[in-house]
């Protein structure tokens, strides 16, 4: 049997709602409370036109609505160079080893094809999946495509979002087993769809999860 694992990477092995907090007290800092509420707007505004979380855009429009900020470059600067691996949950590079006994292990992520890549690659990620990396702007529209790349008889997705989770049930019915890990701000969001197979609360938690339950 052949089992591939989906790991989802932002609330699920990245803190990214602690990253997030701390480049908005940085980005504050440097520009003061009136130029980083305009920098976060713009940001919303990017990740409603275009579905996903768009650093480098966000800053190129910021740049052109203040062409005088004198510290935009510090900005990018601070932007750019997150220290992602400093915010890995505990033990996530752990459970990715763990997982490689077990299957093959792919890391499936939306975001931008800039900023996300940079962000898996600086968290040590791409390097723990040995490279089976995929950044979509929808991911949940792609999972024809990963499975053309990586067929299995069974497969695991992990993720924060219980939505996402259920589009994959609905999609590989009989084939799946969905782990709904309850980190960051959509740890409470509903479903909509079937419920996950398994809940925890932590990433960490993977680690003691007994497979043979979930063999076919
Ligand atoms: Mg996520």
Avoid: C
Avoid at 8 to 18: E, P, S
Avoid at 63 to 79: F, K, Q, S, W, Y
Avoid at 135 to 142: G, L, Q, W
Avoid at 183 to 200: E, K, L, M, R, S
């Amino acid at each position: 049997m052949t089992r591939v694992f989906l790991l989802d990477v932002d609330n699920t092995l990245i803190d990214n709602d602690r990253a997030k907090k701390d480049l908005e007290r940085e980005i504050q800092t440097l520009v003061g409370p009136e130029r980083d509420a305009l920098f976060w707007s713009i940001y919303d505004e990017v990740r409603e036109k275009s579905g996903v979380v768009d650093f480098p855009e966000t800053l190129a429009r910021f740049r052109r609505a203040l062409p005088d900020e004198p510290r935009t470059g510090e900005m990018e600067r601070a932007v750019m160079s997150v220290p992602f691996e400093r915010y890995l949950f505990p033990r996530a590079l752990d459970v990715i080893a763990h997982l490689w006994a077990l299957g093959t292990v792919v890391i499936v992520s939306d975001g931008d094809r800039v900023y996300q890549p940079l962000k898996i690659a600086r968290a040590g990620l791409g390097l723990a999946a040995k490279g089976n990396v995929f950044v979509y702007a929808h991911k949940e529209d792609r999972l024809a495509e990963v499975q053309v790349r990586f067929p299995a008889d069974r497969y695991v997705h992990v993720d924060d979002k219980a939505s996402l989770l259920a589009r994959t049930k609905e999609r590989l019915d009989g084939r799946v087993t969905t782990i709904h890990v309850r980190q960051g701000h959509y740890a409470n969001d509903p479903p909509a769809g079937p419920p996950p197979d398994v809940t925890v609360d932590r990433i960490a938690d993977l680690l003691a999860i007994d497979w043979a339950r979930f063999a076919p």
